[in-house]
């Protein structure tokens, strides 16, 4: 007997990657905001030796935080609703 996979629905699975991406993004534009220099030197290990000095930007203005919050959350919905369709059609 074929045990049939409950569909997930892409409203829910997109609002929730989207909502976990943008908390993230909201504590990463904290941490730079508040530790400047250290928190480069923090997400260089995170990156696993990728120099990111090179590409940092300490002072990152209120509207550029705002876009870059923005473009995540955008970015999470989609990939969110693909992850359903994907699922759900590997599922049947």
Do not use: P, R
Not at 28 to 33: E, G, Q, S, T, V
């Amino acid at each position: 007997m074929k045990n049939k996979t409950e569909k997930l629905d892409a409203k829910k699975v997109s609002l929730s990657v989207a909502g976990v991406a943008g908390a993230l993004s909201l504590l990463c534009a904290l941490i730079i905001a508040i530790f400047k220099e250290n928190a480069v030197k923090t997400f260089n290990y995170i990156f696993h030796g990728i120099d990111l000095s090179s590409v940092q930007q300490v002072n990152i203005s209120f509207s550029g935080g705002i876009i870059g919050f923005v473009e995540v959350v955008a970015i999470s919905l989609f990939a969110g609703w693909l992850f359903v369709v994907i699922y759900n059609s590997l599922s049947k």
